[in-house]
């Protein structure tokens, strides 16, 4: 156990639907990361979040957004979903979030959109 | 093309055995190499972590990048069925957080 934990670990939703996932990164954790893993594209690194902060950010679509909330939280709000959408979700921590630090990846959320 | 390319197998070797598994990257800036490993239905696990050129050894476990070439290896010697997974390499720049993965390779050590 990795002590990321992420909600739900499955859904699914119709097209054009709008869904919410979420992840409580491990204690004392600032930095949160937000990746998509699907059979062709292998894992993308969507977006960085340090202290409530927009670190970085991936190929993230316009249609997706993320934040992090003071409690350090995140969340990741997938809009106008298309089947193309259906993937692996997988949040990751780390403790100061620089690039020697280990990461440490949750179970993820699968998402399939029907 | 893409940043970082890694054949996705799958690879399968009796126990016992060596295994090589590689990845080559296009982009120059990358510093920071790792490999990760990733059983079915679980995240992402951090295996090994090397910066810049040089050699790793941890255990069972050997990594080697050339920057030169750039070309990243991780080395599995006495491989045992627990080592079935994908194995993941990723890179970043100085600086810069973000990680590029490549797709993984499939492994599965025959006992």
């Known amino acids: 156990d990795s002590g990321v934990t992420q909600t739900p670990k499955h859904l699914i939703t119709a097209t054009g639907q709008r869904v919410t996932l979420r992840c409580s990164p491990r204690?004392?954790?600032?930095?949160v990361y937000w990746y998509q893993q699907s059979l062709d594209q292998g894992l993308q690194f969507l977006i960085q979040y340090y202290n409530g902060e927009e670190r970085a950010k991936g190929n993230i679509l316009e249609r997706f957004s993320a934040q992090q909330f003071p409690d350090l939280h995140s969340e990741l709000n997938l809009s106008s979903l298309e089947l193309g959408d259906s993937a692996l979700y997988f949040c990751a921590s780390s403790v100061d979030g620089r690039p020697n630090t280990e990461a440490f990846f949750g179970q993820g959320t699968r998402l399939t959109v029907v | 093309q893409k940043e970082v390319e890694q054949d996705p197998g799958p690879l399968s070797v009796p126990e016992g055995a060596i295994v090589s598994l590689n990845c080559t990257y296009s982009n120059s800036a990358f510093q920071y190499f790792m490999w990760y490993r990733q059983y079915s239905r679980k995240g992402p696990e951090l295996l090994m972590y090397?910066?810049?050129?040089g050699n790793k050894e941890d255990g069972r476990f050997t990594a080697q990048v050339d920057k030169s070439s750039k070309y990243i290896s991780l080395f599995i010697r006495d491989s045992q069925p627990s080592d079935s997974a994908t194995y993941l390499c990723?890179?970043?720049?100085?600086?810069?957080?973000?990680?590029?993965f490549g797709t993984g390779t499939r492994l599965t050590i025959i006992p």
């Open positions: 090397t910066y810049s050129s």
């Open positions: 204690s004392g954790d600032l930095s």
């Open positions: 990723a890179m970043n720049p100085f600086g810069n957080e973000k990680l590029t």
